[in-house]
Each structure stands twice: as C-alpha cells, then as structure tokens.
C-alpha cells in the first residue's frame, strides 16, 4: 500500500463571497466562505459579509450576498444568492453563518467539511486554500503552522481565544478561508486577520484564526467534533497491466461495489425500464444517459434493469451482459481509485 493519505480537499468546500452588483451575484470577490451543511449552510467571517454588504451581519435584515462554487458538480448552478442566517448578538467572533436562498448545496455530501477544535491542534503543520489574487491568479493555498491559541485582545468580547497562526502566505482575500490541521484532518479554524509589518521586520509572518469551536453555540449551532477524522489511503495506481488482469480478471464478472440493494417490490416505471432495454437490443446505442435531479430514483431503476436483464430470457431475443460493474461517485469519489 501506499504511505500516502487523503486530506479533506481544501477547495471542495471552499466558496467565493461576493457582493450582489446590479442584482446579479457576480460582483467582485470580497473573501472567502465554507460550505458545512448539505442545506446551504455557509461559515464566513462577519468582516466578510459587512464588506460584501455595507454594514454588519447584525444589521442585515434580509440582505443577500453572492456565493460562488467553483467546485459544484454536473450542471449545477455555481453562482448563488445567501443571506445571513446568524452571528453572534453579543460577542465578537469574527464568523458569521450564510444560508443559501436560492436552493440547497449544489455540492456532493462528500464536499461538505468536518470540523474540529483547535485546542488539540497546537504545534500542528496546517494548509488553506483562499481568494487572495496573484496577478491572473484569483486563488491560493497557503501553509504553516497553528501556533496556538493566545490572550483574547482587551476591549473584544470573545468566546474562544484567537489562534495564532504561522504562514508566508496569508493574504488579502482569505478571510473566511478554512485552517485544515494536516495532521488531524479537521477544519479547526477560519482565518481572520494577518499581520502587516515592513519588509524586514519582526513578525511579518503572523496571522490570526478563529477557533471553529465557537461554530458549536449558539445560535450557530454546527457540529464539531473532538477526534481526529480518519485518513484514508491513498490508492496507488496501477501502471502494470498484466498486475491489473491478474487482481480484476475473468472470473470477476460482477462488482456491485456500493450499489443499492434490489427493491423487494417494484411498482411502475415500465416505459422508462423498456425504454432502457430498447437502448440495450440496438447495436448502435453504446451508451444510456438517466438525467434528473437527486432522490428521483434513478439509482433504483438502473438497479432494477440490470437485474431484469441479468436473467434468463425465455424469448432468447435479448442477451445477458458478460458481466456488471457499478461504481457510485458520490459515495466514492476518488478518480484513481476507480480505474
């Protein structure tokens, strides 16, 4: 096996803020936000919102920003209206959460980000991935060290002291960006703050985060979590072709993987099931298409076809596939281990 492992993927829930220009949510990108619910749910710093709206979170009263998923699957809209669902009414945490407007999440389950404290994560390497523009370049990663966490500053009402952070390439454009420990796989952090100094002076590398702990109250109210979400391994790809034949041969002639299990009953959807057997007898049809939005049931159907035409058929008009492969992206994503 290979000594490699899989992180969360920073810009799978990594998401442009923007302002609201002329209606359109298209406007210039004020900072960075991350998607933590599958409802359209957005963590962003609250500086953020009030620069993308004039004033702060507290005083939106229903005005919306624009969010922008880069990562969104298929043919989902990435362009997206939030408004702002809460922040803290006494405290000044520097977070504020979005809700989508316009629909839920056009990302996979998969994107969402799991969370954790950053107390537990002192001295801990960290990455992030943020909207901080480098010429042509709109977006970047940046990486260091969490520090750890420090005296709350006088005259601020905070619930969680700031977390220090160590990093060359905190920026302009990456507040609201998530702080991934490497090393326990969790967003611990969003960043806030970094420290401007001359060229050559002291403390030119210093910037700040808001511990993701205080996502958990009130009225925010996300999961975080304690222990360290697991790493999976990395598959290592297969480059000999006689190795592939020999782990993936003849004999295997069905993989189900992650397929959902046959339906005891079976009720309707007979022309779409002779619609699909149709495609199946005609030599010049090599491949089927079923489109339609998530939860229609197209997994179920595709289930119950192959099942009908792995049986026998007494007419002898059709004949059996060699064999069946079924691979679900959304339950696993991974590309290489796919191939």
């Given at each position: 096996m290979s000594d490699k492992v899989r992180l969360q993927n920073l810009r799978d829930f990594t998401v442009q803020i923007r302002r609201i220009v002329d209606g359109a949510a298209q406007g210039d990108i004020i900072g960075t936000g991350v998607a933590v619910s599958m409802d359209g749910k957005i963590v962003t710093c609250a500086h953020v919102v009030a620069g993308a709206l004039g004033l702060h979170p507290r005083q939106a009263n229903g005005a919306e920003v624009g969010v922008y998923f880069?990562?969104?699957?298929?043919?989902?809209?990435?362009?997206?209206?939030?408004?702002?669902?809460?922040c803290f009414p006494q405290h000044d945490d520097d977070v504020a959460l979005l809700q989508l407007t316009d629909g839920p999440s056009p990302l996979a389950p998969e994107q969402i980000v799991r969370l954790g404290k950053a107390q537990a994560s002192e001295g801990n390497p960290f990455r992030s991935y943020g909207y901080r523009p480098l010429g042509q370049y709109e977006a970047?990663?940046?990486?260091?060290?969490?520090?750890?966490?420090?005296?709350?500053?006088?005259?601020?009402?905070?619930?969680?002291?700031?977390?220090?952070l160590e990093s060359q390439h905190v920026a302009p454009g990456m507040s609201g960006s998530p702080v991934l420990d490497i090393e326990r796989n969790l967003v611990v952090g969003v960043i806030s703050e970094t420290w401007y100094?001359?060229?050559?002076?002291?403390?030119?590398?210093?910037?700040?985060?808001?511990?993701?702990?205080?996502?958990?109250f009130d009225p925010l109210n996300l999961p975080v979590q304690d222990e360290p979400y697991p790493l999976g391994a990395a598959p290592r790809p297969r480059a000999d072709a006689d190795q592939v034949r020999t782990a993936v041969g003849p004999k295997e002639r069905t993989a189900w993987n992650n397929a959902p299990p046959a339906l005891a009953e079976w009720v309707g959807r007979d022309d779409l099931l002779q619609s699909i057997t149709r495609d199946w007898a005609d030599p010049n049809r090599r491949v089927t298409g079923l489109i339609g939005f998530g939860g229609e049931g197209k997994s179920s159907l595709a289930r119950k076809w192959v099942d009908d035409i792995c049986r026998d058929d007494?007419?002898?008009?059709?004949?059996?596939?060699?064999?069946?492969?079924?691979?679900?992206?959304?339950?696993?994503?991974s590309v290489d281990e796919f191939f």
């Open positions: 880069p990562q969104a699957r298929g043919g989902e809209t990435k362009v997206r209206r939030a408004k702002v669902a809460a970047g990663y940046a990486y260091g060290r969490i520090l750890g966490c420090v005296e709350c500053p006088e005259g601020l009402a905070l619930q969680a002291d700031p977390v220090q100094t001359d060229r050559f002076g002291k403390d030119r590398d210093t910037g700040w985060a808001v511990d993701a702990r205080v996502l958990m007494p007419t002898g008009r059709l004949y059996k596939p060699d064999g069946v492969f079924w691979w679900g992206f959304y339950e696993k994503p």
